[in-house]
């Protein structure tokens, strides 16, 4: 008889590991609290607006590739995927960039700042690359329970050309010393992770996967691929169960016996917690069934939170590509502002996502689908409507400074999400939009456990265990938890058969 596997949340991590456990052979149900599946990737439609809640960057188009062709599949069976060129427009103080998606093109405009960075460009990215080879080929894909899994020779040396202990702003000051060269290869862990500082330069991998891999589309919106990946998982046997509130892992005699769902007991021999780590064990398992204490979850450095605005305009607005970073105010006073005093930013940096530029789908004809973001510190639990308008106005005024038009008269939809929505609607530790901060202190084993100590049965996934935050990751993450569920269970056969 198949093993039961119950799944807790639909998140990009959850449909990963259905999927790989289902393939395997066992018989998985996922169950989701919200009516919709996705987790934060899920999709709201309001009056012809299609408007994808959360991830809207979508890099690393090897990690989705693979993950379609382990089930003999392709990205292309499920969305047309294109490149975006320019990658993303930033906006400085004085006058806008496209930044090139092709690399002779991007170096041209690094030499055009810099005299010599083109070359210095291509060494940078030569050293990302490695990095980027090594961390997808060697750590990511490691359960990560122990250091000992790092303990090898080979490891060893590759982990040499690593950095990990150097930061990431030490690392890019030693090729570049213009302000906006340096901003720009910052920007992804200052807007998804820690301060540039205190982030080992391991993570120059990510300017590898921006600016070489490239920032692609899947036409339709993000949400296609949790479309996919559902497709996937069904052709498989999943069964999903929305509107599926999970109150309580069951647990007898450090076994998981199943999970108490909208009241009533759904019995299973495996539970994967694909939600909020911290919300699993704080909130849906008693104290001594826990892996980490109060006192821990307190002292983990967390990724921002978001302040987000869904805004359908009914005219096209002109002057905005369908990524754009707004970097007109300091980096250092936001970077302080979000991961050191924790107060709300003075003059915040921001990003709008514009997919109506490439995806004529997501919005009526002659409208605009607008997304923007303002990272803020996960210590700021009072985003009133108030607060939340005030922030609106202030980022729709510099908008209008840069392009010369407000688009507030145009607004027809209009929609804010902030730290409070996080915390009720996906359960997030401290209203967290990313995550932990990837600090060294918290990379690899050093991460909460993908499997509980305490638990036989019950293991976890997502961007709060191994390898981290991001889309990409997610899927690894399903990945790594599925094969480590599979080889447990394999060995518990084997001293079976043996005794």
Not at 127 to 150: D, H
Not at 267 to 277: L, T, W
Not at 355 to 384: A, H, I, R, W
Request: hydrophobic share 35%; with cysteine; charged share 25%.
């Amino acid at each position: 008889m198949r093993k039961k596997v119950a799944i807790i949340g639909s998140g990009f991590s959850s449909l990963s590991a259905a999927s790989y456990l289902a393939k395997s052979g066992f018989s998985v149900s996922v169950y989701e609290k919200n009516n919709s599946l996705g987790g934060r990737a899920r999709v709201k439609q309001i009056n012809g607006f299609t408007f994808d809640m959360g991830p809207s960057w979508y890099w690393m188009p090897d990690v989705f590739e693979n993950y379609f062709r382990d089930f003999g599949k392709e990205v292309s069976d499920y969305y047309d995927l294109v490149r975006l060129s320019p990658s993303y427009r930033v906006f400085w103080k004085d006058s806008p960039d496209d930044i090139p998606s092709d690399m002779n093109e991007l170096k041209a405009y690094f030499e055009k700042y810099e005299k010599g960075s083109g070359a210095k460009l291509e060494q940078f990215m030569k050293e990302a690359q490695t990095k980027y080879e090594i961390g997808m080929g060697e750590f990511v894909t490691k359960p990560s329970l122990s250091i000992k899994e790092f303990m090898t020779l080979d490891i060893a040396k590759k982990g040499l050309s690593l950095d990990l202990f150097k930061p990431i702003s030490k690392h890019i000051r030693s090729y570049f010393s213009h302000p906006k060269l340096i901003e720009l290869l910052e920007f992804p862990v200052l807007f998804l992770g820690a301060k540039p500082q205190n982030t080992p330069s391991l993570y120059s991998l990510m300017n590898y996967a921006d600016m070489v891999l490239g920032t692609w589309y899947p036409m339709g919106g993000m949400g296609k691929i949790v479309d996919g990946m559902v497709s996937v998982a069904k052709e498989l046997g999943v069964e999903f169960h929305t509107n599926s509130s999970v109150e309580k892992i069951s647990v007898e005699n450090r076994t998981a016996k199943g999970l108490v769902v909208n009241g009533e007991l759904i019995e299973a021999d495996i539970v994967v917690s694909g939600a909020d780590y911290h919300h699993t064990e704080q909130k849906l398992l008693e104290d001594s069934e826990r892996n980490y204490s109060k006192k821990y979850w307190d002292k983990r450095t967390m990724a921002p939170s978001s302040l987000l605005y869904y805004v359908g305009v009914n005219k096209k607005v002109e002057g905005i590509k369908h990524h754009n970073l707004f970097f007109d105010e300091s980096f250092d006073v936001h970077a302080t502002e979000i991961y050191d005093t924790h107060q709300w930013p003075n003059n915040p940096l921001f990003y709008i996502c514009n997919p109506s530029k490439t995806d004529s789908s997501v919005s009526p004809e002659g409208k605009e689908n607008m997304f923007f973001l303002v990272p803020v510190s996960t210590e700021l639990t009072d985003d009133s409507e108030e607060i939340r308008k005030r922030y609106f106005d202030l980022i729709c005024d510099r908008l209008a400074k840069h392009l010369g038009e407000d688009i507030r008269p145009h607004i027809e939809v209009y929609e804010s999400f902030a730290h409070s929505d996080f915390v009720e609607v996906y359960n997030s530790f401290k209203g967290n939009a990313y995550g932990l901060a990837n600090t060294l202190k918290q990379t690899a084993f050093l991460k909460p456990k993908l499997k509980s100590k305490k638990v036989e049965n019950l293991f976890f996934t997502g961007q709060l265990t191994s390898p981290g935050p991001g889309v990409p990751p997610s899927l690894i993450s399903g990945k790594v938890v599925s094969n480590l569920i599979q080889k447990m269970s394999v060995k518990t056969v084997f001293e079976k058969v043996v005794s």
